[in-house]
């Protein structure tokens, strides 16, 4: 299963911009609509597109890897 850590890294651009950051807000700022993102916030997998997992990674800076991880359905 792959989990998105989406919720994190709101939570971590919020403290280093010392601002709360809304998913409206990443919605405006990806152009990926809202509905989509707060899908991949829940538990459960979701499909992304690649394109919507690059336009993620830049308004956060950050790598594939830190924006999901894969956990054994075990």
Do not use: W
Request: with cysteine; hydrophobic share 30%; charged share 25%.
């Amino acid at each position: 299963m792959i989990r998105f850590k989406l919720k994190e890294l709101i939570t971590e651009k919020s403290f280093r911009e010392g601002r709360r950051i809304t998913l409206q807000e990443v919605a405006e700022g990806t152009g990926i609509h809202k509905t989509t993102l707060s899908k991949m916030q829940q538990p459960t997998t979701h499909n992304v597109t690649t394109s919507n997992i690059d336009l993620l990674c830049k308004y956060f800076d950050c790598t594939v890897q830190d924006l999901m991880e894969y956990i054994s359905e075990q």
